[in-house]
DNA sequence: TTATTAAATGAACGTTTGTTTAATTAATAA
DNA sequence: TTATTAATTAAACAAACGTTCATTTAATAA
């Protein structure tokens, strides 16, 4: 079959959706050729197009994969009755998810515009369908009136940006530990839902710098 | 001098500035040719370095300029005592000035990674100036015990995102308008800091969609 | 008018781009 | 072993890239 086989071996696809991962993330798309992506897995450029058609194709992979793999694991979580913790869960899960993902989220925010009307699509409705879980928290919350907001859509959108921000400026051996950061952002989520912590609205704990 | 002088005219410069900048958000730096700048303005690609030394160049004078305009301008807005009136004018301010410029906004986001180390610097020192203004809110009213925060850099992070989050889905025309979506968030960045208004917090307009 | 100068053209530069193709390699199936 | 097939290489393709340059154009200054 092919040149190398050890034993098992990750398959070469694989590869070259992580090495494009990586160089998309760091240059954008259209700064990366497809010699370099092949360098990186140790191929000839030619040698790619016998895992995908064009270049587009493997943005297109890594995009719609990403937000495959966010539903399937969002869906897998348990469903919570009670909408504040409804929306903890979905607080916390969202962060982890993200925390660890942060070149595919890089990806999927930086390079939508670089994929062709199809495949636009397909990501944008997945994502559509993601933002719906937390607006339907919210209107759960507002129903029985344990929530006080405004507008569900725009606190959706509100809520979603300030979590997916945390890619923006957290990174490992930093100040504070992923648990931290889940738990301050639960605080501020509630807060904007409109039914704060009682306990730690009145905390006040002070940091340095 | 020129070729044409339509009595005083905008300088070129400022007019390959301009489509740099459409041409840059909507199709990402590298993506953008030298050739398709001038093509938009009207000229061969080898006139655009009669203004600029090179490609980067226009991207960094589109990075700065948009950075320096936002710090003069949130300068030039008068000092409030008050942190909860601070905290709502600097939410106002920053939801009005960003929502009219998509395009730099969006760019000044996406392309920094392009800017060689020098001026990616020099944005970097600007973009934290303006944070601090945010954070140096926060500690004011952590001081006097309005607001009830956690982490002050970790809000002025959570804030700043949930606010330029907005420009991923206004568009004027849309179910709201911009007073309206400037009191809804108003609404959460008070939340956020533990303050909420007291008015709102019980109110529930629901909306359709 | 003439001299000077800034701005624009259009062609060319050497590279690099995504992609294709014929030939080669190595693994599997018979 | 032989035949088949999938994967890879290396070379080539035309097109496009940022940038340079000699030349032309048109405005200003003397």
Same mark, same amino acid.
């Given at each position: 079959?092919?040149?190398?086989?050890?034993?098992?071996?990750?398959?070469?696809?694989?590869?070259?959706?992580?090495?494009?991962?990586?160089?998309?993330?760091?240059?954008?798309?259209?700064? $990366?050729?497809?010699?370099?992506?092949?360098?990186?897995?140790?191929?000839?450029?030619?040698?790619?197009?016998?895992?995908? *058609?064009?270049?587009?194709?493997?943005?297109?992979?890594?995009?719609?994969?990403?937000?495959?793999?966010?539903?399937? *694991?969002?869906?897998?979580?348990?469903?919570?009755?009670?909408?504040?913790?409804?929306?903890?869960?979905? +607080?916390?899960?969202?962060?982890?998810?993200?925390?660890?993902?942060?070149?595919?989220?890089?990806?999927? /925010?930086?390079?939508?515009?670089?994929?062709?009307?199809?495949? /636009?699509?397909?990501?944008?409705?997945?994502?559509?369908?993601?933002?719906?879980?937390?607006?339907?928290?919210?209107?759960?919350?507002?129903?029985?009136?344990?929530?006080?907001?405004?507008?569900?859509?725009?606190? +959706?959108?509100?809520?979603?940006?300030?979590?997916?921000?945390?890619?923006?400026?957290?990174? /490992?051996?930093?100040?504070?530990? $992923?648990? *931290?950061? *889940?738990?301050?952002?639960?605080?501020?989520?509630?807060?904007?839902?409109?039914?704060?912590?009682?306990?730690?609205?009145? +905390?006040?704990?002070?940091?340095?710098?």
């Amino acid at each position: 079959m092919a040149r190398k086989t050890g034993s098992v071996g990750i398959e070469t696809a694989e590869r070259v959706l992580k090495a494009a991962s990586m160089l998309f993330a760091r240059h954008g798309y259209a700064a $990366v050729s497809m010699r370099q992506i092949a360098k990186e897995v140790n191929l000839q450029a030619g040698a790619l197009y016998n895992h995908f *058609e064009t270049k587009q194709s493997i943005l297109r992979a890594l995009l719609i994969s990403h937000m495959e793999a966010l539903m399937e *694991e969002i869906e897998a979580q348990p469903e919570i009755a009670d909408p504040r913790d409804a929306l903890e869960a979905f +607080t916390r899960f969202h962060i982890r998810y993200h925390i660890d993902r942060p070149e595919e989220v890089f990806i999927a /925010y930086m390079e939508l515009r670089n994929l062709e009307p199809g495949p /636009y699509r397909e990501v944008t409705v997945l994502r559509q369908k993601y933002e719906r879980i937390l607006r339907d928290i919210l209107r759960r919350g507002m129903a029985t009136r344990e929530f006080a907001i405004v507008d569900a859509p725009v606190t +959706t959108m509100a809520i979603i940006s300030m979590l997916t921000g945390v890619n923006t400026w957290f990174r /490992y051996g930093g100040r504070l530990g $992923v648990d *931290e950061i *889940e738990n301050i952002y639960v605080n501020m989520v509630l807060a904007v839902a409109g039914t704060p912590k009682p306990v730690l609205r009145a +905390t006040q704990n002070e940091e340095l710098a």
